[in-house]
């Protein structure tokens, strides 16, 4: 249940966002179910938890600005919303929850220079795996040695995923995507991910799907050839980094880029954060519930839902409901 009681009057508070939900064909049922929300039957292959975006936008689920959408938010609250270090007029990140229960796409997203060259829209991502199946795995980036002409004979023959690097992942475990770099996230995975506010996603190779009319999806393979980093065999796992340890919390960067960041907080007394307003902060708590205080009240919440701090609200504490929470932080930083 949500709650918020303000102790004095302000338009700003930390926001509990009502999601957008995506029902695509490889899509499977445990958002809802794991995260106790009240959705009807179906498939619920994304649930876009932070999305300013019109064929996906969220929407305040509690207080006073209950119903207006992030959009709504940003046009009204512009820097104390989103942080005085960020330039962009729109809400800089897309989060979501993804459900794959079958594999996603063969697929590459645009990086700032292809944008420059006039394509598409830019997409760095990671993935934060939440669940995993046993010999889980994702394919991210290309063997060594992998050109064009290799790439394009493994598609024709239908073996393009012999190309890819193969990369285990389980529970924990953050995968990092900048543009340019062909992945595809594997059955079974039940990630958060954290991207630029981008749709653009070029098709590859779809596994032969087709969709309930028999159709398969559509590809783009003229498109991904020109954003596609041919050289791309880097390390995609990062390596978690503690980064401060208070008296009950310990704090760990799990993904750093110059787009944003991912930290897991994990807490087991109140604890104080203090910044310098640059970003907004947002949170999601997989499973524990927890207390936000700050200047305009004390907001209670779930597991299993995403909070939007707005960056004016620069100084609060997060207390767990229980003996301990583990959440996550994603926030932007500020340009050097």
């Not at 939900?21 to 649930?47: C, H, M, T």
């Not at 002409?149 to 995507?177: H, M, N, W, Y």
């Not at 997989?286 to 299993?304: A, F, V």
Request: net charge neutral; proline share 6%.
């Amino acid at each position: 249940m949500v709650s918020i009681h303000l102790m004095k009057t302000s338009e700003l508070y930390p926001f509990i966002l009502e999601p957008a939900y995506k029902d695509y064909i490889w899509g499977g049922s445990r958002i809802p179910l794991r995260f106790n929300r009240n959705q009807p039957e179906g498939v619920y292959a994304e649930s876009w938890e932070l999305s300013d975006r019109p064929e996906g936008m969220s929407v305040v689920a509690n207080g006073l600005l209950k119903g207006q959408s992030l959009a709504d938010l940003v046009t009204r609250f512009g820097k104390e919303l989103l942080g005085h270090g960020i330039k962009s007029a729109s809400f800089p990140l897309l989060v979501k929850l993804i459900d794959a229960k079958d594999r996603l796409s063969i697929q590459v997203h645009p990086d700032d220079a292809s944008v420059g060259r006039g394509i598409g829209e830019a997409k760095t991502e990671a993935w934060h795996i939440l669940e995993a199946p046993k010999g889980g795995q994702v394919f991210a980036g290309l063997k060594p040695g992998i050109d064009e002409a290799t790439f394009l004979s493994a598609l024709k023959a239908g073996r393009l995923e012999e190309t890819l690097q193969s990369v285990p992942a389980a529970a924990g475990d953050t995968i990092f995507i900048p543009g340019g770099r062909i992945h595809a996230i594997c059955e079974g995975m039940l990630i958060l991910e954290v991207q630029q506010n981008s749709n653009t996603t070029y098709r590859v190779y779809d596994w032969g799907r087709v969709d309930k009319a028999g159709k398969p999806r559509e590809l783009h393979l003229e498109q991904a050839l020109k954003v596609i980093h041919w050289s791309d065999s880097a390390q995609v796992k990062t390596t978690p980094r503690p980064i401060s340890e208070k008296p009950g919390a310990l704090v760990t960067e799990l993904v750093v880029s110059p787009y944003f960041r991912l930290e897991r907080l994990d807490i087991t007394a109140p604890f104080f954060v203090q910044h310098d307003g640059a970003s907004f902060h947002a949170l999601f708590s997989e499973k524990d519930s927890i207390k936000i205080m700050c200047d305009t009240g004390t907001e209670s919440i779930p597991g299993g839902r995403t909070c939007l701090i707005p960056a004016k609200l620069n100084r609060y504490t997060l207390k767990p409901a229980g003996k301990r929470a583990t959440v996550l932080r994603i926030s932007v930083p500020e340009k050097t």
